[in-house]
Protein backbone atom coordinates (compact mmCIF):
# COMPACT_ATOMS: atom_id res chain seq x y z
CA UNK A 1 0.00 0.00 0.00
CA UNK A 2 1.32 3.70 -0.58
CA UNK A 3 0.11 7.05 0.52
CA UNK A 4 -0.13 9.74 -2.23
CA UNK A 5 -1.22 13.09 -0.80
CA UNK A 6 -4.66 12.35 1.29
CA UNK A 7 -5.09 8.86 -0.35
CA UNK A 8 -3.97 5.59 -0.11
CA UNK A 9 -3.15 3.14 -3.07
CA UNK A 10 -3.40 -0.63 -3.41
CA UNK A 11 -0.71 -2.70 -5.91
CA UNK A 12 -2.93 -3.32 -8.96
CA UNK A 13 -0.50 -4.00 -11.95
CA UNK A 14 2.41 -5.03 -11.16
CA UNK A 15 5.81 -3.43 -13.67
CA UNK A 16 6.73 -6.95 -14.92
CA UNK A 17 2.91 -7.28 -16.41
CA UNK A 18 2.80 -4.09 -17.61
CA UNK A 19 5.93 -4.62 -19.52
CA UNK A 20 4.86 -7.77 -20.85
CA UNK A 21 1.32 -6.16 -21.99
CA UNK A 22 3.20 -3.44 -24.25
CA UNK A 23 5.54 -6.23 -25.48
CA UNK A 24 2.52 -7.48 -26.84
CA UNK A 25 1.24 -4.88 -28.51
CA UNK A 26 4.74 -3.38 -29.73
CA UNK A 27 4.98 -6.96 -31.68
CA UNK A 28 1.47 -5.44 -33.34
CA UNK A 29 2.63 -1.77 -34.29
CA UNK A 30 5.97 -3.65 -35.48
CA UNK A 31 3.92 -6.22 -37.76
CA UNK A 32 2.04 -3.06 -39.14
CA UNK A 33 4.72 -0.26 -39.39
CA UNK A 34 7.58 -1.95 -40.87
CA UNK A 35 8.83 0.56 -43.69
CA UNK A 36 6.26 3.46 -43.10
CA UNK A 37 8.16 5.81 -41.03
CA UNK A 38 5.73 6.88 -39.12
CA UNK A 39 5.25 9.77 -36.75
CA UNK A 40 4.55 9.41 -32.85
CA UNK A 41 2.68 11.48 -30.76
CA UNK A 42 2.86 11.44 -26.99
CA UNK A 43 0.73 13.29 -25.15
CA UNK A 44 1.90 14.77 -22.43
CA UNK A 45 2.33 14.45 -18.95
CA UNK A 46 0.40 11.22 -18.58
CA UNK A 47 2.31 9.12 -21.90
CA UNK A 48 5.59 10.16 -21.22
CA UNK A 49 6.96 6.51 -19.09
CA UNK A 50 4.68 4.66 -22.05
CA UNK A 51 6.01 6.03 -24.84
CA UNK A 52 9.32 5.58 -23.52
CA UNK A 53 8.76 1.93 -22.63
CA UNK A 54 6.86 1.64 -26.35
CA UNK A 55 9.62 2.82 -28.64
CA UNK A 56 12.63 1.16 -27.22
CA UNK A 57 10.11 -1.92 -28.23
CA UNK A 58 9.89 -0.73 -31.71
CA UNK A 59 11.62 -2.10 -34.74
CA UNK A 60 11.16 -0.04 -37.41
CA UNK A 61 12.62 3.86 -38.41
CA UNK A 62 9.98 6.24 -36.76
CA UNK A 63 9.81 9.73 -35.44
CA UNK A 64 8.70 10.48 -31.69
CA UNK A 65 7.02 13.91 -31.08
CA UNK A 66 5.21 15.02 -27.87
CA UNK A 67 2.17 17.47 -27.01
CA UNK A 68 0.21 18.72 -24.22
CA UNK A 69 -3.81 18.67 -24.72
CA UNK A 70 -5.18 21.97 -22.89
CA UNK A 71 -8.82 22.66 -22.78
CA UNK A 72 -9.97 25.95 -22.77
CA UNK A 73 -14.15 27.45 -23.38
CA UNK A 74 -14.10 27.95 -27.82
CA UNK A 75 -16.44 29.24 -29.81
CA UNK A 76 -17.53 25.45 -30.21
CA UNK A 77 -21.61 23.82 -29.66
CA UNK A 78 -19.76 21.93 -26.99
CA UNK A 79 -18.34 24.67 -25.11
CA UNK A 80 -14.93 23.52 -24.95
CA UNK A 81 -11.83 23.41 -27.64
CA UNK A 82 -8.73 20.79 -27.04
CA UNK A 83 -5.70 23.05 -28.04
CA UNK A 84 -2.84 21.10 -29.36
CA UNK A 85 0.18 22.66 -27.26
CA UNK A 86 3.98 22.22 -28.46
CA UNK A 87 3.08 20.28 -32.06
CA UNK A 88 5.20 22.05 -34.39
CA UNK A 89 6.03 19.31 -36.87
CA UNK A 90 4.24 19.23 -40.57
CA UNK A 91 2.27 16.26 -40.29
CA UNK A 92 1.03 16.46 -43.87
CA UNK A 93 0.80 13.16 -45.37
CA UNK A 94 2.80 11.02 -42.13
CA UNK A 95 1.19 7.81 -40.60
CA UNK A 96 0.47 9.27 -37.17
CA UNK A 97 0.18 6.81 -34.23
CA UNK A 98 -0.92 8.87 -30.48
CA UNK A 99 0.89 7.57 -27.58
CA UNK A 100 -1.71 7.78 -24.84
CA UNK A 101 -1.79 6.70 -20.87
CA UNK A 102 -5.16 5.90 -20.33
CA UNK A 103 -9.03 6.56 -22.13
CA UNK A 104 -11.92 7.19 -19.88
CA UNK A 105 -14.49 8.67 -21.76
CA UNK A 106 -12.79 9.00 -24.74
CA UNK A 107 -13.33 12.77 -25.08
CA UNK A 108 -9.44 13.35 -25.46
CA UNK A 109 -8.52 11.12 -27.99
CA UNK A 110 -12.39 12.22 -29.86
CA UNK A 111 -11.18 15.55 -30.29
CA UNK A 112 -7.66 14.71 -31.14
CA UNK A 113 -7.94 12.21 -33.83
CA UNK A 114 -10.17 14.45 -36.25
CA UNK A 115 -7.59 17.43 -35.37
CA UNK A 116 -4.74 15.12 -36.58
CA UNK A 117 -6.64 14.20 -39.52
CA UNK A 118 -7.61 18.17 -40.56
CA UNK A 119 -3.72 18.90 -40.26
CA UNK A 120 -3.44 16.52 -43.38
CA UNK A 121 -1.95 13.27 -41.24
CA UNK A 122 -2.31 10.68 -43.69
CA UNK A 123 -3.66 8.08 -41.09
CA UNK A 124 -3.95 8.05 -37.48
CA UNK A 125 -4.17 5.24 -34.93
CA UNK A 126 -4.22 5.55 -31.23
CA UNK A 127 -1.74 2.93 -28.98
CA UNK A 128 -2.93 3.43 -25.45
CA UNK A 129 -1.39 1.70 -22.43
CA UNK A 130 -4.99 1.25 -20.84
CA UNK A 131 -8.65 1.66 -21.14
CA UNK A 132 -12.06 1.95 -19.19
CA UNK A 133 -14.23 0.12 -21.36
CA UNK A 134 -17.08 0.76 -18.55
CA UNK A 135 -16.65 4.84 -19.15
CA UNK A 136 -16.23 5.12 -22.48
CA UNK A 137 -19.01 8.24 -23.83
CA UNK A 138 -18.14 8.65 -27.43
CA UNK A 139 -17.57 5.76 -29.71
CA UNK A 140 -13.74 5.41 -30.14
CA UNK A 141 -11.37 3.00 -32.71
CA UNK A 142 -8.88 2.42 -30.39
CA UNK A 143 -6.41 -0.27 -32.37
CA UNK A 144 -3.59 -0.62 -30.21
CA UNK A 145 -4.31 -1.01 -26.22
CA UNK A 146 -2.18 -2.75 -23.83
CA UNK A 147 -4.38 -3.29 -21.23
CA UNK A 148 -8.21 -3.03 -20.03
CA UNK A 149 -9.24 -2.14 -16.28
CA UNK A 150 -12.43 -1.37 -14.73
CA UNK A 151 -13.83 2.14 -13.46
CA UNK A 152 -11.45 2.63 -10.73
CA UNK A 153 -8.72 5.67 -10.18
CA UNK A 154 -5.63 4.40 -10.55
CA UNK A 155 -1.60 6.14 -10.24
CA UNK A 156 1.78 5.28 -11.09
CA UNK A 157 3.64 4.55 -14.15
CA UNK A 158 3.05 8.24 -15.56
CA UNK A 159 -0.20 8.59 -14.00
CA UNK A 160 -0.70 11.41 -11.42
CA UNK A 161 -2.53 12.25 -8.00
CA UNK A 162 -3.06 15.74 -8.08
CA UNK A 163 0.75 15.72 -9.73
CA UNK A 164 2.52 13.32 -7.15
CA UNK A 165 2.65 9.94 -8.19
CA UNK A 166 3.92 9.84 -11.84
CA UNK A 167 7.18 8.34 -10.65
CA UNK A 168 5.86 4.83 -9.30
CA UNK A 169 7.10 1.58 -11.46
CA UNK A 170 4.15 -0.38 -10.72
CA UNK A 171 0.50 0.86 -11.10
CA UNK A 172 -1.19 1.39 -7.92
CA UNK A 173 -5.45 1.45 -7.37
CA UNK A 174 -7.23 4.22 -5.20
CA UNK A 175 -8.92 2.33 -1.75
CA UNK A 176 -12.28 3.30 -1.30
P1 LIG B 1 -10.91 11.08 -21.30
O1 LIG B 1 -10.86 12.30 -22.17
O2 LIG B 1 -10.75 9.79 -22.07
O3 LIG B 1 -12.12 11.06 -20.42
O4 LIG B 1 -9.72 11.22 -20.25
C1 LIG B 1 -8.44 10.89 -20.51
C2 LIG B 1 -7.51 11.55 -19.51
O5 LIG B 1 -8.04 11.57 -18.17
C3 LIG B 1 -6.21 10.77 -19.41
O6 LIG B 1 -5.28 11.18 -20.37
C4 LIG B 1 -5.77 11.07 -17.99
O7 LIG B 1 -5.04 12.27 -17.98
C5 LIG B 1 -7.05 11.25 -17.22
N1 LIG B 1 -7.45 10.00 -16.50
C6 LIG B 1 -8.47 9.19 -16.80
N2 LIG B 1 -8.57 8.16 -15.94
C7 LIG B 1 -7.53 8.31 -15.07
C8 LIG B 1 -7.07 7.54 -13.93
O8 LIG B 1 -7.62 6.50 -13.54
N3 LIG B 1 -5.97 8.01 -13.31
C9 LIG B 1 -5.31 9.14 -13.69
N4 LIG B 1 -4.24 9.49 -13.00
N5 LIG B 1 -5.71 9.89 -14.76
C10 LIG B 1 -6.81 9.47 -15.43
MG1 LIG C 1 -3.43 11.45 -21.16
Known sequence: MI??????????????????????????????????????????????????????KLNFEHEIQFTKISSYDGMDTTGEVKELIGL?????????????????????????????????????????????PGKLKVPLDVKYCAMEIPNEFIVGYGLDYDNYGRNYADIYVVKE
Open 3 to 56: QILDKQFDLFITREQIDRDITAIAEKINADYAERKPLLIGTLNGAFIFAADLVR
Open 88 to 132: TVDITGRDVIIVEDIIDTGTTMSHLVPQLKAKGARSVEIAALLMK
